[in-house]
Nanobody, 114 residues
């Protein structure tokens, strides 16, 4: 099972960024997927999740700014981030549960700064 996040970078406040998580080794279309983030000195927190049926949930802090989506043909989950704020700065990780175990990608750094 591999979860490979990419697309992070440096963006100015108010800007946009889309990060991706390419998966392999799982029957992707049957898996719920999620994005988490962890900022220095803080615990990892759930940002957004999407079920196998494409039902979506968001943390209050990102609602109306971030959009999670999935492409089953590409076995990839995306996070579109708009109106970015400095407090969105963190390492972003994709996540799924595989046979009862939480699986994590390596993470991609998102830095929001002028």
């Amino acid at each position: 099972v591999q979860l490979q996040a990419s697309g992070g970078g440096l963006v100015q406040p108010g800007g946009s960024l889309r990060i991706s998580c390419k998966t392999s080794g799982i029957a992707f279309k049957f898996h719920n997927m999620a994005w988490y983030r962890q900022a220095p000195g803080f615990q990892r927190e759930l940002v957004a999740s999407i079920t196998s049926g494409s039902d979506k949930n968001y943390a209050d802090s990102v609602k109306d700014r971030f959009t999670i989506s999935r492409d089953n043909a590409r076995t990839t989950v995306y996070l579109q981030m708009n109106s970015l704020k400095p407090e969105d700065t963190a390492v972003y990780y994709c996540n799924t549960n595989y046979r009862g175990e939480e699986r994590w990608g390596r993470g991609t750094q998102v830095t929001v700064s002028s």
